[in-house]
Nanobody, 126 residues
Framework: QVQLVESGGGLVQAGGSLRLSCAASGRTFSWYAMGWFRQAPGKEREFVATISRNSISTLYADSVRGRFTVSRDNAKNTVYLQMNSLKPEDTADYFC???????????????????WGQGTQVTVSS
């Protein structure tokens, strides 16, 4: 059974940084692209970043490009989201997700992910 467990969220002032982690278990982590999504109160879930299984390819939402960096450590079965220069509009629950099919590439399409974590809350104060 696949499990994804996020950690690292919290309260931070605008301009600050946080690093989110997502620990995966249940199937061969290095075979699957991973993604980060977020959902703010009263808003729909939106794509944040994704990384291919071998870290060669990454994609970012326009709103976070240049401030957020996605990375992974296949030896530790963990994907990370380094968030710098945080803004109040980054406040949301952040979710990691694992691509449904092995060897498929990085994608921003939420429907292409079939396993999701429980989320970690990020609050950025102004």
């Amino acid at each position: 059974q696949v499990q994804l467990v996020e950690s690292g969220g919290g309260l931070v002032q605008a301009g600050g940084s946080l690093r989110l982690s997502c620990a995966a278990s249940g199937r061969t982590f290095s075979w699957y692209a991973m993604g980060w999504f977020r959902q703010a109160p009263g808003k729909e879930r939106e794509f944040v970043a994704t990384i291919s299984r071998n870290s060669i390819s990454t994609l970012y939402a326009d709103s976070v490009r240049g401030r957020f960096t996605v990375s992974r450590d296949n030896a530790k079965n963990t994907v990370y989201l380094q968030m710098n220069s945080l803004k109040p509009e980054d406040t949301a629950d952040y979710f990691c997700a694992q691509r449904a099919r092995a060897r498929d590439g990085a994608t921003a399409e939420a429907s292409e992910y079939d396993y999701w974590g429980q989320g970690t809350q990020v609050t950025v104060s102004s």
